[in-house]
């Protein structure tokens, strides 16, 4: 009899956790991805600001999973899923059957209806976002320098960023820096240490799911660092020219950034399984699907709660899903007791530049320096691959004592695509 066959869709933090969890088993695990690398999310605003080149924080998915004989890496975008006759459907027409399925799709861009906007405001989510955002930011400058009026070179020296969680607060802090220490000097016709960075929110504060005395602290180092924080504001247009607000005001600005709302995968709708708003689908306690106990589904596409409380969109929380996902499959395969998923909260950082972060870990708030370097540290740790940690911490200490950074080599788009 031929072993139990696992099909996992997505190689991101949970995915991965998932597949590495079934390596020493006897099962046969095929994980599809349409990417060919695991990214390190939390570094990817790093690669939209140039501090960072996007081989420093991915890592070939093949090449991670090389030791496990038992699982098979696909290249493929998945375009459906049939829950009755367990098949994901492939790109190509293809199929996989399956005895058992975890989606580990993650979450894409929302721009809560107003899907025009994006044309406008580029969103991060992938490498190839973040070089496109990259592209952006440094052009804006390089136009700014041959702009024929000074009403002109305002609009390009002009950076908004919309949302204020921990993308847009890294986003607007680290444009704030470039700025002000990287690009002076650099330039004939224009200051870069005169260019704004606007940051817009919704809410009345930034980084609202931090304790609130958090959220003023990181307000005020953003503030210190030259960023404008505008909290309370609704955007109600984002064209070409600039940013509308409710209150009738207009920001002119030729690079806008979009930080504001995610929305689960839209492989979620194929599952047979209730949704919220944001596209999440509702999982079991153990994960599974309430109609479909074979199919299981973890990270930022699953909504649950651990302890009463909501389960976090972060990479510790999917990581954590995905190891429990395989140990509850393994369980069913030996028909024991599967598990309910607990997580673990190891806390909450938030970097806003050089010196600046805020931070909860084990109930301990910290801001500033200390804040900083345990954000640092945490990452370092984090990162997959010794070259990668290598890189990445030669890179942050080289940017520390000059203020340079290393990715600031951009292309421009090939008129073919």
């Known amino acids: 009899m031929e072993p139990p066959h696992i099909v996992i869709i997505g190689a991101g933090f949970g995915g991965l956790a998932c597949a590495k969890a079934f390596g020493r088993s006897s099962c ?17 605003y790093q690669v939209a600001t ?11 998915t093949r090449f991670l999973l090389r ?7 696909l290249l493929a975008d998945v375009q459906a899923i049939e829950p009755a006759g367990r098949k994901v459907v492939l790109d190509d027409g293809s199929t996989l059957e399956y005895d058992f399925l975890v989606v580990a799709s993650g979450a894409t861009h929302s721009y809560f209806g107003r899907d025009e906007w994006a044309a406008h405001a580029p ?14 930011i440094l052009q804006a400058f390089e136009f700014a320098e041959r702009a ?18 921990p993308t847009g607060v890294e986003l607007a802090g680290t444009l704030a820096e470039i700025a002000r220490h990287t690009l002076p000097q650099e330039f004939r016709r224009i200051d870069s240490r005169s260019a704004e960075v606007h940051l817009i929110e919704l809410s009345d504060r930034v980084l609202s799911a931090f304790p609130a005395a958090l959220s003023d602290k990181a307000r005020q180092q953003l503030q210190r660092l030259g960023v404008t924080v505008n909290t309370g504001a609704r955007v109600t247009g984002i064209d070409a020219d600039g940013v509308s607000l409710q209150d009738g005001s207009r920001l002119p600005s030729h690079t806008v950034i979009w930080a504001a709302g995610v929305q689960g995968s839209p492989l979620g ?24 106990p ?13 302890r009463g409380k909501p389960v976090p969109g972060v990479g510790a929380a999917a990581k954590q899903m995905g190891h429990r996902a395989a140990c509850n499959i393994l369980a069913r395969m030996a028909n024991t007791k599967a598990e309910s998923f607990a997580y673990r909260d190891y806390g909450m950082l938030a970097t806003i530049g050089r010196n600046a972060a805020v931070g909860t870990v084990g109930g301990l708030q910290m801001s500033g320096r200390l804040a900083w370097l345990f954000w640092l540290c945490v990452h ?10 290598l890189v990445v911490l030669l890179d942050w200490a080289w940017s520390y004592v000059t203020f340079e950074r290393a990715a600031r080599i951009f292309t421009t788009p090939d008129k073919r695509e």
Do not use: M
């Open 28 to 44: 046969r695990v095929t994980i599809v991805d349409r990417c060919n690398h695991h990214l390190f999310q939390p570094l990817l």
């Open 50 to 60: 140039a501090g960072l080149a996007a081989p420093a924080i991915a890592a070939p």
């Open 67 to 73: 030791t496990y004989r038992n699982i098979r890496t």
């Open 123 to 136: 969103a991060l989510k992938t490498l190839a976002d973040a070089q496109h955002i990259r592209r952006r």
């Open 148 to 165: 024929a009026t000074a009403e002109e070179t305002r609009s390009w020296l002009r950076f908004i960023v919309i949302g204020g969680g």
């Open 269 to 292: 709708r194929f599952l047979d399984a209730p949704v919220d708003r944001a596209g999440r689908v509702s999982v079991l306690p153990d994960l599974s699907l309430a109609a479909h």
């Open 294 to 306: 074979e199919i299981f589904v973890v990270g930022d596409l699953a909504n649950t709660t651990s």
């Open 380 to 389: 370092l740790f984090y990162l997959i691959g010794f070259r990668n940690r």
